[in-house]
């Protein structure tokens, strides 16, 4: 494995920026960039498989699992569903797939150290920006946590059980410290157990 090839900065001209929550602006990878860098550092010998997908609300969630060297990394990934503005219908939910596996594909090479640069320079303004006294809403939600808990009644789990799902998709076990992204995949995950199977 070449961790150095991996982990690696982006030269900025592959760096892209769009619109986030509260008004942020967000840095990030095209896909076919993240690709390439695996192609790279992997000689190609990686594999990317769906493991669950589920459609919550107004988004489509997937589960990935991304393999490479003997290593396996598990990650969520999301889009929001596309409707006709004018009817409400939805447009193809093939292409909010394709869009949500694109966006777990890129989060789990985050965890073989592509693109993490990025997110740190994002965590150092977000603490910045709490320094300044803006300390923003994007953590999970107390209903989120309900519906955690419920769901692990359901399934008839131990906290313990929910903790280690956390661990292994988000390397903690401090759910309340997630943020409302995590709470929802998590939930996402919940579901899809509980329901027997990711499919909707």
């Not at 394709?98 to 993490?116: E, P, Q, R």
């Amino acid at each position: 494995m070449n961790r150095e090839l991996l982990e690696k900065p982006f030269d900025p001209k592959f760096i892209k920026q769009r619109k986030g929550n509260f008004g942020n602006v967000l840095d990030y990878l095209e896909t076919h960039t993240v690709i390439q860098r695996l192609n790279d550092a992997f000689e190609g010998n990686w594999n990317f498989e769906v493991m669950e997908y589920q459609q919550m609300g107004s988004e489509v969630v997937v589960l990935g699992k991304l393999t490479a060297d003997g290593v396996v990394k598990m990650q969520f990934g999301n889009s929001k569903v596309t409707n006709n503005s004018k009817t409400g219908e939805v447009i193809s939910i093939g292409d909010d797939l394709k869009a949500a596996i694109s966006d777990c594909i890129k989060k789990a090479s985050t965890l073989f150290g592509i693109g993490l640069h990025l997110y740190a320079e994002a965590s150092e303004r977000e603490d910045m920006s709490q320094m300044s006294g803006n300390k923003g809403d994007n953590i999970i939600t107390k209903e989120q946590l309900a519906q955690i808990k419920a769901l692990r009644t359901q399934l008839k789990w131990t906290p313990e059980q929910v903790q280690e799902q956390a661990q292994r998709l988000f390397s903690t076990t401090d759910i309340p410290a997630l943020n409302s992204t995590m709470g929802n995949a998590l939930i996402a995950y919940l579901q899809a157990q509980n329901d027997g199977g990711g499919e909707y």
